[in-house]
């Protein structure tokens, strides 16, 4: 069985900064790409960051703030959130796109961490 587990989610102050770990568990062959979603109350989930084929792409709400990382031998992606704003202020998924030997693309989610910024 598959697993992200997430990690790092927390309550910090304006201005602060936070790490969040997302870490693939289970019988893979690959990892095609992985990304951070966040989704606040109220609010439709939205794409924070992603890596795939060694491309970045971010949300411009979290540019020159957070910076997405992989490290390929432990299977973990990481999100390094800086000038943590209230509006960031949201649950952050974890996602991956996971080739196994039964299929080419199969999409994963981690449980979900809860980021909150406030004073």
């Known amino acids: 069985q598959v697993q992200l587990v997430e990690s790092g989610g927390g309550l910090v102050q304006p201005g602060g900064s936070l790490r969040l770990s997302c870490a693939v568990s289970?019988?893979?062959?690959?990892?095609?790409?992985m990304g951070w979603y966040r989704q606040a109350p109220g609010k439709q989930r939205e794409l924070v960051a992603v890596?795939?084929?060694?491309?970045?792409n971010y949300a411009d709400s979290v540019k020159g703030r957070f910076t997405i990382s992989r490290d390929s031998a432990k299977n973990t992606v990481y999100l390094q959130m800086n000038s943590l704003k209230p509006e960031d202020t949201a649950v952050y998924y974890c996602?991956?796109?996971?080739?196994?030997?039964?299929?080419?693309?199969?999409?994963?989610w981690g449980q979900g961490t809860q980021v909150t910024v406030s004073s």
């Open positions: 996602n991956a796109d996971i080739r196994t030997t039964m299929a080419p693309h199969n999409n994963y």
């Open positions: 289970g019988i893979i062959f690959s990892i095609n790409g």
């Open positions: 890596n795939t084929n060694g491309i970045t």
